[in-house]
């Protein structure tokens, strides 16, 4: 087995007097994709959030390329190498799909893939015909493109991606499973966030599942399509 990129221990996580994640467990091994699936309110963004120091009360642990990151400031815990796709996107929609890319370039790092422009409109085709169009002239499965693109200029060893799939058009989500494809080929480690089992089983080696912010399952899919009543119980709609 290769090495885990980031162990989680025990994590809890409180909005105001709101207790939201409650002991949560979770190791990603480099060049794994691991999908985070739960409906909504189930905690999965409030764990990304947490691991990117947005939340400001949490307690545990969590190790990322063997550095302790839990309740560092969020611009290190980037700096060292952990990407984050916000379901909300979050793109700066004056700039151009270049200039936006190029507010994501950093340093290539040592042992994960360099990404460049160049690379990035051969996995986003759809990114290299709009290279020029500002990022709000653009519809939603674009402008989920270009944020995952503009992250990976970042040159992560792990990317959090937060509901990739969510509201786009089947051709897109297709599109957008053969881009995550292509980078876990490339060697690039992931979490989904996702609802979609579909979509997940695409691309992940592995399902976690969590509801009401405490962690219910952990394996693989065949393990969970053996276990029937936990997708009933934890994803059925």
């Not at 379901?87 to 151009?96: G, P, W």
């Not at 709009?130 to 674009?142: A, D, F």
Request: net charge negative; proline share 5%; no cysteine.
């Amino acid at each position: 087995m290769t090495e885990a990129v980031l162990e989680v221990r025990g994590l809890n996580a409180w909005y105001g007097r709101a207790h939201i994640l409650f002991d949560v467990d979770l190791t990603v091994r480099r060049g794994e994709v691991v999908a985070l699936l739960g409906r909504n309110g189930a905690g999965k963004t409030t764990t990304f959030a947490s691991l990117m120091g947005l939340v400001p009360s949490v307690t545990g642990s969590a190790t990322f390329d063997g550095a302790a990151i839990l309740g560092r400031p969020t611009h290190e815990i980037a700096g060292r190498g952990l990407g984050y796709v916000p379901e909300d996107r979050r793109i700066f929609t004056d700039l151009t799909v270049d200039e936006n890319l190029m507010v994501g370039e950093r340093p290539p790092r040592d042992g994960v893939p360099h990404w460049t422009p160049a690379i990035l409109y051969d996995l986003f085709p759809n990114l290299a015909e709009l290279r020029r169009r500002p990022g709000g002239h653009m519809s939603g499965g674009e402008q989920q493109m270009l944020t995952i693109a503009r992250t990976l200029m970042g040159n992560p060893s792990l990317v959090l991606l937060d509901e990739p799939s969510e509201g786009l058009a089947p051709r897109i989500v297709e599109q957008m499973a053969n881009a995550l494809n292509a980078m876990k080929r490339e060697g690039v480690t992931l979490i989904l966030s996702e609802q979609n089992l579909h979509f997940s089983r695409l691309i992940s080696d592995r399902a976690t599942i969590i509801e009401g912010g405490r962690i219910r399952f952990d394996g693989t899919f065949a393990e969970l399509d053996a276990q029937p009543a936990i997708s009933a119980t934890y994803l059925a709609v």
